[in-house]
């Protein structure tokens, strides 16, 4: 079975850094486009960043962009996120996700992690 | 940015059908995606490619995307499907979300 296990979340004060971890098993990984997307308690879903499996193609939303970065290691089946210069709407529970190499405007997110919690105070 | 709206909720009696709408510029250009999500639960792929069903959910789900709406169809609406429920479309790269619809069953 496919598992994303989310490590890492926390209490944090703004402006400080966290990085992420997911977890990856049960699929190849490594044929894996992977998707970070986050959720404020309460409200609706924001996707953040995606990572092709070469770590050629990273992309960002335009709300963590240049504050967020993306990264994976195949060998350790791990995707990360560092976030930095944090700021108290990045509070939210966050995702990792998985997305089948190819089209990415194709290829459905179609495997979710059970999500880490982020929150910034002032 | 890329903007896809959703009525904020939608109650249904068990057995009948529930109609999502997602409106977005030209959506009908692009695939369309639906997510359902259960209070404390992660989201769960339920529409690929507009009208494609992933393995392990029921026919009850169905889809359809043209113009600039998108729309989910659960026929024979049971007390599971209570949740709420998310379009997402690819614009520019970057996955955007509907606001998402929340489904009440009673």
């Known amino acids: 079975d496919v598992q994303l296990v989310e490590s890492g979340g926390g209490l944090v004060q703004s402006g400080m850094s966290l990085t992420l971890s997911c977890a990856a098993s049960g699929f190849a990984f490594e044929d894996h486009v992977m998707h970070w997307v986050r959720q404020p308690p309460g409200k609706g879903l924001e996707w953040v960043s995606r990572?092709?499996?070469?770590?050629?193609?990273?992309v960002y939303a335009d709300s963590v962009r240049g504050r967020f970065t993306i990264s994976r290691d195949n060998a350790k089946r791990t995707l990360y996120l560092q976030m930095n210069s944090l700021r108290t709407e990045d509070t939210a529970f966050y995702y990792c996700a998985s997305q089948a190499n190819g089209d990415y405007s194709q290829n459905p997110i179609d495997s979710w992690g059970q999500g880490t919690l982020v929150t910034v105070s002032s | 940015s890329y903007d896809l709206t959703q009525p904020p909720s939608l109650s249904v009696s068990p057995g009948q059908t529930a109609i999502i709408t997602c409106s977005g510029d030209k959506l009908g250009d692009k695939y369309a995606f639906w997510y359902q999500q259960k209070p404390g639960q992660s989201p769960v792929l339920v529409i690929y490619?507009?009208?494609k069903r992933p393995s392990g959910i029921p026919e009850r789900f169905s889809a359809s995307n043209s113009g600039n709406t998108a729309t989910l169809t659960i026929s024979g609406t049971q007390a599971m499907d209570e949740a709420d429920y998310y379009c997402q479309a690819w614009h520019r790269g970057i996955a955007f979300f509907g606001t998402g619809t929340r489904v009440t069953v009673v």
């Open positions: 490619q507009d009208t």
């Open positions: 990572i092709d499996w070469r770590s050629d193609t990273l």
